[in-house]
């Protein structure tokens, strides 16, 4: 299997992070890709049509896109144990998708500095993003700390561990561990775990 990859892809290092804590990080190959909505550069777009990262190649060719449906596909090729079951399901999914639209939301920000040319900077619209990003971390902080404590790793404490180093990475001037103590602490040591730890993005 080939997983088209970027080390600073906060979707891909949720792929990164499951293949590590189950233990099939050997099973796959990583291949670099990088580029942008204006410049797919080399991304597998004869694999995932949408252009992004991570993108898979099966064994026999076949591909696996978007961060959720390859997570989920590796957990249960190990067996694993990341969604729960029953109504628990519902709830690590919908954190898993909370986490992910933080994502979605920090990487637009990105986009719009990096990508968009000077003359064509918006700043209203990246506040819109921002704050986006800003009720979802709310939301964590004010609804989720439950299932973020959990003792079992699960795919929402995956996912939000990813999205708030993430803004970290990217946002560090937004000072998101303002006013949410709790989220803040448990991030603190999510972030030492060995799949975590193994998996920060280089600078740049
Ligand atoms: N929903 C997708 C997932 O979860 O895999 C988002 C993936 C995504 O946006 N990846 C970024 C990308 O490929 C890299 S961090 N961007 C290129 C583009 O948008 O053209």
Redo the contacts with the bound molecule.
Sequence with gaps: MKLFS?P?????R?VLVILRETGQLADVELAAAG???LN?GT?PRDLNP?????ALALDDGQPL????V?CRFFNERANGDLYGSGDATWQLQTLEATA?GI??AA?LMV?EARVRPDDKQFADWIEGQWRKVDTALDALEASWMDTLNGDALNIGQIAVGCALAYIDFRHADRNWREGRPNLAAWEAEFAKRDSMLATVPPAG
């Design positions: 970027s600073t892809s906060p979707y891909v949720k580029g942008t909505p797919p991304m949408l252009g992004k990262i991570p896109y978007d961060s959720r390859i992910d994502l979605d990487i986009y």
